[in-house]
């Protein structure tokens, strides 16, 4: 990492080393569950006998339909260590 890459904490704006020598740096994104793709899967798991069987023939057999999408786009965090053991991580990754 160069320095060029180094960004602020995303909790309280300061340098992400004035808490010690580490911090965070993720990247997150909000994702929602698709009951239809949830349903269709597991309706097909069924029909297959469910339980481990039903899974595998079901992963196999089936369309293999998104269980969950997207509902944001990706955020870059970068998170002290005291952002980090303070604040919930939905409350960092609205932060501007």
């Not at 994104?29 to 297959?48: A, K, N, S």
């Amino acid at each position: 990492m160069k320095r060029k890459d180094v960004k602020p904490c995303k909790g309280c704006g300061k340098g992400v080393a004035h808490a010690g020598p580490a911090f965070f740096a993720m990247k997150a994104r909000y994702w929602g569950l698709d009951p239809r793709g949830i349903q269709q899967t597991h309706g097909l798991e069924l029909q297959f006998g469910g339980g481990q069987a039903g899974a595998v023939m079901a992963n196999i057999m089936g369309a293999d339909p998104d269980l969950a999408q997207p509902l944001s786009d990706e955020v870059d965090a970068w998170v002290c260590l005291d952002c980090a053991t303070r604040l919930p991580l939905a409350v960092l990754l609205e932060r501007d």
